[in-house]
């Protein structure tokens, strides 16, 4: 157990909806990091927050948006969702910077 | 750009060593990791490697880097049924970079 925790666990939703993905980082870690895994596209890494302000961004697509509350939580919010989006999400937490990541369980979309 | 890439299956048996490969592109990477993925769950760190070290050995596993070719690998000694996962390495240049993963398959 990395002490990442992610919910929910799978989530299945149609085209065009709009779903939010919540992570809690471990305890003390400042920075959160949201990644995407699928087959054709492997594991991309999308957004950084750290200490409540974004970082660094990846391959993240216009229709996706994240944020890191006080409480160091992360959400990341993906809209118009389209059947390629279909993939499991990760989120992992360092102490600062990109030092050591832990990853959690991650969640798995499916988007019919 | 930076790029990591890893060849995507490997078989062995069980006891025999595993050496799991991956080149990487960017030079100013500082460190170099191994992740563990077991199906159904998240990447787990298995190990990682400053820049400035050629091996680092932990229990059954040694990582070796070859700065100067950006090649770094992973051997599992003794390799076990329950080894069987998904490896990926992966660099810290700026963000983190992930290679596609190798698929470690252990026959009894």
């Known amino acids: 157990d990395s002490g990442v925790t992610q919910t929910p666990k799978h989530l299945i939703t149609a085209t065009g909806q709009r779903v939010t993905l919540r992570c809690s980082p471990r305890?003390?870690?400042?920075?959160v990091y949201w990644y995407q895994q699928s087959l054709d596209q492997g594991l991309q890494f999308l957004i950084q927050?750290?200490?409540?302000?974004?970082?660094a961004k990846g391959n993240i697509l216009e229709r996706f948006s994240a944020q890191q509350f006080p409480d160091l939580h992360s959400e990341l919010n993906l809209s118009s969702l389209e059947l390629g989006d279909s993939a499991l999400y990760f989120c992992a937490s360092s102490v600062w910077g990109d030092n050591e990541q832990f990853f959690g369980p991650g969640t798995r979309l499916t988007v019919l | 750009g930076e790029d990591v890439e890893q060849s995507l299956f490997l078989s062995v048996r069980e006891g025999d060593s595993s050496v799991i490969n991956c080149t990487y592109t960017?030079?100013?990477?500082?460190?170099l990791y191994w992740y563990k993925q077991e199906p159904g769950a998240g990447l787990q760190l298995l190990t990682y490697i400053f820049s400035n070290m050629d091996m680092k050995q932990d229990q059954r596993l040694t990582v070796l880097l070859n700065k100067k070719d950006k090649h770094l690998s992973l051997r599992i000694a003794d390799t076990q049924t329950g080894d069987s996962a998904i490896y990926f390495c992966a660099e810290r240049g700026g963000k983190l970079i992930f290679g596609q993963g190798t698929e470690l398959s252990v026959k009894p």
């Open positions: 927050y750290y200490n409540g302000e974004e970082r």
């Open positions: 960017d030079s100013s990477s500082t460190y």
């Open positions: 305890s003390g870690d400042l920075s």
